[in-house]
């Protein structure tokens, strides 16, 4: 899990910032997981790896400012398993009541390529609300 969770974003992330030209403005997204903001013990390995890159996002984006905002997409369940109907006494749980889907995704990473708020060291997000509820 480390070596595509977290070394391959550095290492992409290295030779990103290595060939960007001086003075441009720039974006990197992370995808993380709502696990890594709030480990199970289910998942132990992919949780560390995740947390990792979590903290890696947030200090990267202090590293590279102001010309490169640095953010990450903590996604949920986006694709229920092959052949399966997401689980409802999970979906039910969680507090918009379904998961988020592929084109939320483009949506979102397409918001955070082409706008520039100030935005820089956050996580968002993508998951129903279903870190506010799940440990």
Avoid: C
Wanted: hydrophobic share 45%.
């Amino acid at each position: 899990h480390l070596q595509v969770n977290l070394t391959a974003p550095i290492l992409l992330s290295k030779s990103f910032v290595e060939n960007f030209p001086p003075r441009m403005n720039g974006k990197i997204i992370n995808l993380v997981d709502w696990r890594a903001l709030r480990p199970g013990k289910d998942h132990f390995s992919y949780s560390i790896s995740k947390s990792a890159l979590a903290a890696f996002t947030k200090a990267l984006a202090l590293e590279l400012a102001p010309n490169i905002m640095v953010n990450a997409i903590a996604l949920g369940a986006i694709l229920p398993p092959e052949n399966e109907l997401p689980n409802p006494a999970i979906v039910d749980k969680i507090p918009l009541h379904r998961w988020a889907d592929l084109h939320e995704l483009d949506n979102l990473i397409e918001y955070l390529v082409t706008i520039s708020p100030a935005l820089t060291g956050q996580i968002i997000h993508l998951d129903g609300g279903r870190q506010l509820i799940f440990n």
